[in-house]
């Protein structure tokens, strides 16, 4: 029988100690169906209901797979909504706090444009937001 403990799986130590501080011991559905399939580097279309565990079980997968050392965006994290962007931008910096200097950053319209590109110039490993602000950013030659 599989197990569905974090532990089981095949994380850093730091992101297994991090889940367990935040209260996460066992995986729910779609996390045990789909982070094995992720952390092997496969790719997963998943579907499941809100708070079903979706947005940790690719965040893990995101981590796990990061390097850090190398200060550049790695991932990008499209939602539909700035709300949403905004939910999944702090759910990532949540799941990877026991990871030193990793830097998410929110691009995302009805907000200023000038701090973005400002934050843009520093460097990001991932990048959440909307579509169109994405694209805005992307026709102004940013990020490269």
């Not at 789909?34 to 998943?46: C, H, M, R, Y």
């Not at 499941?48 to 965040?59: C, D, E, P, V, Y």
């Not at 995101?62 to 905004?86: G, M, W, Y």
């Amino acid at each position: 029988m599989q197990s569905n403990l974090f532990s089981s799986l095949k994380l850093s130590k730091a992101l297994v100690t991090n889940l367990s501080s935040l209260g996460y011991k066992e995986m729910t559905p779609i996390q045990a169906q789909s982070l094995p399939l992720i952390l092997a580097g496969k790719d997963v279309v998943a579907q499941g209901k809100t708070g079903s565990g979706k947005t940790a079980a690719f965040g893990l997968g995101l981590l796990h797979n990061l390097e850090v050392k190398r200060f550049r965006i790695q991932s990008l994290i499209l939602c539909p909504t700035r709300e949403l962007a905004d939910q999944v931008a702090k759910e990532i910096r949540r799941l990877a706090r026991s990871i030193h200097n990793i830097k998410v950053l929110t691009l995302c319209g009805g907000v200023p444009l000038g701090p973005q590109i400002g934050s843009l110039e520093h460097g990001a490993h991932i990048i959440v937001g909307t579509p169109g602000r994405i694209e805005d950013h992307l026709n102004r030659g940013r990020p490269d």
